[in-house]
């Protein structure tokens, strides 16, 4: 009769251990709760042509393990945004509520950082408008509460195409190439194409070369100068003497 009893009583704290621990896992892992309705508030306030920056993967590259390539990058960028308000700003309030929820969510998810550094050439730097930033906000915190994560994720080949040129970065370097370079002639006109630095040190060193002699010859025509002045006057002293001395 003991016996029976005991195995019962085992029987109750397993089941009741089971059940306990599933039930926090689940809330653990998934702690979106009403307070997802704050982004309605929260994309209503923030003025809509805002440009919000984030470091983000697409669903298409990231796949199931979209959430874990995210997360840390979405805590991160509303932590950023949460910034642009003063302390006692509601926007700041509610925005500190979504961020708890990220590292929650962060802390109990595996760690992140090697998968991140697999997909680190798939990042994207961009900035969204408020709606379609909390859009994302939205979607990420729906696909976490379900689940729809993987521990087996393999990342694409990293992208090979140059990163494309805007016209101003085109028009920069148009420019800089055309200012350093000369213009080019397209009616067969010779050329202009700035000097080398080697070709300026030998430039200067015949200057140099055809400098010396000049100060050589400048230097003679005064020394004769000199020395015609200095016989002129000896010459005349020793004149002056004769006549006297007669």
Known sequence: MKKSKIRIRICVHLLLFITLGVHSTKFDV?????????????????????????????????????VKLNVF??????????????????????????IKMFQELRFNLEPV????????????????????????????????????????????????????????EYLTESSTVISSNGPECTTGCTTYHNPSPLSEVVERSLLSLLFIPLLALVFLLVWKVRLILTLGTVFCRTSQDMTGGS
Not at 50 to 60: E, G, M, N, R, T
Not at 147 to 164: A, F, I, Q, V, Y
């Open 73 to 98: 990058c979405l805590e991160n960028s509303l932590h950023n945004l949460s910034h642009t308000f003063g302390n006692i700003s509601s926007n700041r309030k509610d925005l500190s509520i979504f």
């Open 30 to 66: 998934n702690p979106v709760t009403d307070d997802i309705s704050r982004l309605s508030v929260l994309k209503n306030n923030i003025p809509k042509d805002y440009k919000i920056p984030l470091d983000y993967i697409p669903k298409a590259t990231g796949g199931m393990c979209w």
């Open 113 to 168: 950082e090697p998968i991140m550094y697999e997909f680190d050439c798939h990042y994207r730097k961009e900035r969204w408008q408020t709606a379609k930033y909390f859009d994302l906000v939205k979607e990420f915190l729906i696909a976490a509460q379900n689940g729809d994560n993987s521990d087996d994720c393999e990342p694409p080949p990293c992208p090979t195409s140059p990163r494309p040129v805007t016209t101003e």
